[in-house]
């Protein structure tokens, strides 16, 4: 009865380790698509990206896409987010309506909103990437990076991006990076050490859409 009882201790431990390795090997990305201003006018390249990502993550990964704008630090900006089911009917079913919602975006965001609220939106990111227990652990901002707060925002936080990589597409140029590209390096520059600062696994820029597998 003794060994009966040890063996069945064993197993359950056993069963319990293979959950917790699948759960490590398993991918989380949150998107973060800036709709501020004239940036709104990027929302098809963004499409792009997330029909990539619906391409690329395998079953028990998770993806969440949600708007950058005036303040981001709130789950009702994200657009869609959904755990990737093993049932391939069932995926295939997900991928769908996120499809559907992100198409959404481009109608709710007409006009753009009058702020760029990047780091509440980084803030509720790492939120939900910790949450999923995912070994790997990826934001993406679809943005140029420069953010605007209101005079009523208060955003002097310190972030915790300890094992979160951090990847930024498609930075664009403002019409201020043209006079003075010190301007466009600067920026970038800046947000590095700060996610770097901030504990982040990784900080990584791509501009060239044709090249997303980069981002992994």
Not at 24 to 45: C, I, M, N, P, W
Request: one cysteine or more; aromatic letters at 6%; proline letters at 1%.
């Amino acid at each position: 009865m003794r060994r009966r009882w040890l063996i069945m201790l064993l197993l359950a431990a056993v069963g319990l380790s293979g959950c917790g390795d699948k759960k490590s090997h398993a991918r989380a990305v949150y998107l973060l698509v800036d709709t501020s201003g004239t940036y709104a006018q990027e929302l098809d390249r963004a499409e792009q990206v997330v029909n990539f990502l619906l391409g690329t993550l395998n079953p028990g990964d998770s993806l969440a896409v949600a708007r950058v704008k005036s303040r981001s630090f709130t789950e009702k900006d994200i657009v869609a987010k959904a755990t990737f089911a093993k049932d391939p009917l069932q995926a295939n079913g997900q991928k769908r309506a996120f499809k559907e919602r992100v198409s959404a975006l481009k109608e709710k965001s007409k006009g753009g909103s009058a702020y760029t609220d990047i780091t509440g939106g980084i803030l509720q990111a790492a939120e939900f990437l910790n949450e999923t227990g995912a070994g790997r652990k990826t934001i993406l901002i679809f943005s140029d990076m420069q953010e605007e707060l209101d005079a009523k925002t208060e955003r002097n936080v310190n972030m915790n991006l300890t094992g979160i990589r951090v990847v930024a597409l498609n930075v664009t140029k403002l019409a201020t990076d043209n006079v003075d590209p010190k301007r466009y390096y600067g920026r970038l520059e800046s947000w590095e050490k700060r996610v770097k600062s901030a504990g982040a696994a990784e900080w990584r820029m791509i501009n060239d859409l044709e090249h997303l597998e980069r981002m992994f």
